[in-house]
């Protein structure tokens, strides 16, 4: 699976948008952009993925650039409740590829 | 519905000691995954069930480590001789059917602490 690099740390308003960045200028044609986040205490939470198009969710969009090598997840009107360790992971879907590989993420911080 | 859930949700032993970790994944899932977090880094997989079988195990890190799944539902994991380097939180997850689709819902884990 490609490599993804994340910042260790950001800060929004709460109730701006939050833009969390994601690398991974490695990825073949056939592996999908996943992002996962963990609240403190709690079992990471699937967020979204998408393949090459832009995907929206009730939760968040996910714009991954034309060439696939970089990603941005969008939270569009940011919580307290949402200051969690945000995930960017890449993998391949399909066949038996089952192992969801964590980098240490990034950290953010909603701030009243 | 019910998420995954775990028992214990905290767990101190000695180290030396045996320990059973339990996951009670969402009902009908049939592929279920042990993932280990250390403070301060990512979850890190351990070992993959399809059904009854551990389809992968090759993320435990040692023998000590063996895990069970024997009606293809509750898994435990095992640890035997603890050893302070343990000390993480196991997390356990679920998915409907990891060959199309790697949402995998996860528990909220158990702390291990090896005195």
């Known amino acids: 699976d490609a490599k993804t690099t994340q910042p260790p740390s950001m800060d929004c308003a709460e109730g701006r948008a939050a833009n969390l960045p994601c690398n991974h200028s490695?990825?073949?044609?056939?592996?999908?952009v996943y992002w996962y986040r963990q609240i403190h205490s709690q079992g990471p939470q699937y967020i979204i993925h998408g393949l090459k198009n832009n995907e929206t969710n009730e939760m968040a969009s996910l714009i991954i650039t034309e060439d696939r090598k970089s990603s941005t997840l969008i939270l569009p009107h940011a919580t307290l409740r949402d200051t969690a360790v945000y995930y960017c992971i890449v993998i391949y879907s399909g066949g038996s590829n089952y192992k969801l590989t964590f980098g240490k993420g990034t950290l953010l911080t909603v701030n009243p | 519905g019910a998420g995954v859930s775990q028992t214990p949700s905290n767990k101190v032993t000695e180290k030396g000691k045996y320990v059973e970790l339990r996951c009670d994944p969402i009902s009908g899932h049939t592929a279920l995954y042990w993932y280990r977090q250390s403070l301060g880094q990512g979850p890190e997989f351990l070992i993959y069930f399809q059904g009854t079988g551990a389809a992968d195990d090759s993320g435990l890190p040692n023998d000590r480590f063996f895990a069970v799944r024997p009606e293809g539902s509750v898994s435990t994991l095992k640890i035997q001789r603890t050893e302070r380097g343990d000390s993480a939180v196991y997390l356990c997850?679920?998915?409907?059917?990891?060959?199309?689709?790697?949402?995998?819902?996860f528990g909220p884990g158990t702390r291990l602490t090896v005195l």
């Open positions: 490695t990825i073949s044609g056939n592996e999908y």
């Open positions: 997850a679920s998915s409907l059917n990891p060959r199309t689709y790697n949402e995998q819902f």
